[in-house]
C-alpha cells in the first residue's frame, strides 16, 4: 500500500478513516530520517497495526542561537525511507498549520524541564512537549515510540503523559550506534571527519563510566576521557555530564541502587551533540 503524505489537519483524519480499524502508533520525528528513525518505525510496526510518521521541524524547541534553520530538511528522502518501512501515513504540516498565529497557551516541562539539558536549552522541553501534545492530539495514536538517546525528552514525555492523564502508551527505543559507537543523530551530518573523530569522545567516555562502580567513579573515568578530548583539534567543548535517576533526572547520590542513566553533551566544531547509556547501580 501506498504511503499517505498530508500536512493538513483535515486530511489526516480521512486518512486515518481510509486507513481503517485497528492500532495506530505514532512516531514522532523532525525527519533527515536515518537508522535510529528506521528501528523506531520498526518498533512502532511490533505494537499497532498502522504506522503514522510526523516529520515536523519544530520550531518552538529551537533556542534563537540554535540549528533551526539550517536544520537537515530532507523530505523526499524521508518519505523513501517510510515507504520501505510499510509507514502508512505521513503527517508533515508547515509551522502555519501547527501553529495559530495567535498562539497562546503551551505545555510547561516544569522543573524537570530545567535541568541537565533544560539547563543549557531554556524553554526547550516546554516546546517539545508542547509540539508533541499537538500530535498527539491530531494523530491520536494508541502508542507513540521515542528514541532513549534523548533520554531527558523521553522521561518528560512519560511524565506529561501521566500528569495529564494522556490515553497514550509510551514506548522507548534503544539508541542505534555506528560500529564504531557514535550515537545515530540528524545532527551528525554536520560533522567533519576530524569533527567526527572527536566526537567518538562521547560513547568512549560513557563506555569508560560504564564499566566503573559507584557514581563518583563513573562520573570520573567518563571526564578523564572528555578532558583529553578537550586538547583534541577541534577540541570537545564540555556542556555537561551527569548521572541522573531516569524518572526525575536528578542527580543521583553516592548510595543510589536501580537505574541511572549517565548523560552527556557537548559541542564539536558547530555541532552540538547528546549522548547518553542507562547502567545499573549497586
Ligand atoms: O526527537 C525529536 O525529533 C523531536 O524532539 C520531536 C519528539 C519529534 C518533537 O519535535
Known amino acids: 500500500?501506498?504511503?499517505?503524505?498530508?500536512?493538513?489537519?483535515a486530511e489526516l483524519t480521512k486518512a486515518r478513516e481510509a486507513t481503517g480499524r485497528g492500532r495506530y502508533a505514532l512516531v514522532p520525528t523532525m525527519g533527515a530520517l536515518h537508522e535510529g528513525h528506521r528501528s523506531l518505525i520498526r518498533?512502532?510496526?511490533e505494537q499497532a497495526d498502522h504506522v503514522v510518521v510526523s516529520v515536523f521541524v519544530n520550531p518552538l524547541q529551537f533556542g534563537p542561537n540554535e540549528d533551526f534553520s539550517r536544520y537537515p530538511r530532507t523530505f523526499e528522502a524521508d518519505l523513501a525511507v517510510c515507504a520501505e518501512e510499510g509507514v502508512r501515513v505521513v503527517f508533515a504540516p508547515a509551522v502555519a498549520d501547527m501553529y495559530l498565529p495567535d498562539r497562546q497557551v503551551s505545555v510547561s516541562a516544569g522543573a524537570m524541564g530545567s535541568v541537565v539539558e533544560?539547563?543549557?536549552r531554556p524553554e526547550h522541553f516546554d516546546g517539545v512537549l508542547t509540539v508533541v501534545l499537538k500530535l498527539f492530539n491530531l494523530v491520536q495514536p494508541d502508542v507513540a515510540v521515542f528514541g532513549?538517546?534523548?533520554?531527558?525528552?523521553?522521561?518528560?514525555i512519560r511524565r506529561m503523559v501521566a500528569d495529564l492523564d494522556l490515553p497514550i502508551e509510551i514506548v522507548g527505543g534503544p539508541t542505534v550506534r555506528e560500529g564504531d559507537g557514535l550515537a545515530l543523530s540528524s545532527?551528525?551530518?554536520?560533522?567533519?571527519a576530524d569533527d567526527r573523530a572527536?566526537?567518538?569522545?562521547?560513547?568512549r567516555a560513557l563506555r569508560a563510566?560504564?564499566?566503573?562502580?559507584?557514581?563518583?567513579?563513573i562520573k570520573d573515568a567518563a571526564r578523564a576521557v572528555l578532558e583529553t578530548a578537550a586538547r583534541l583539534d577541534p577540541p570537545l567543548l564540555l556542556d555537561y555530564l551527569a548521572l541522573v535517576d531516569p524518572a526525575?533526572?536528578?542527580?543521583?547520590a553516592e548510595d543510589h541502587r536501580g537505574e541511572a542513566i549517565l548523560a552527556v553533551a557537548a559541542k564539536v566544531g558547530t555541532t552540538r551533540l547528546i549522548d547518553n547509556v542507562v547502567l545499573t547501580l549497586g
Open 187 to 192: 545532527r551528525n551530518r554536520y560533522l567533519s
Open 1 to 9: 500500500m501506498d504511503v499517505i503524505v498530508t500536512g493538513n489537519r
Open 148 to 156: 532513549q538517546k534523548d533520554a531527558q525528552q523521553l522521561a518528560l
Open 118 to 120: 533544560g539547563a543549557f
Open 198 to 203: 572527536t566526537a567518538l569522545n562521547l560513547s
Open 209 to 217: 563510566g560504564a564499566v566503573q562502580r559507584g557514581p563518583e567513579r
Open 248 to 252: 526525575t533526572f536528578t542527580e543521583v
Open 43 to 45: 518498533l512502532a510496526g
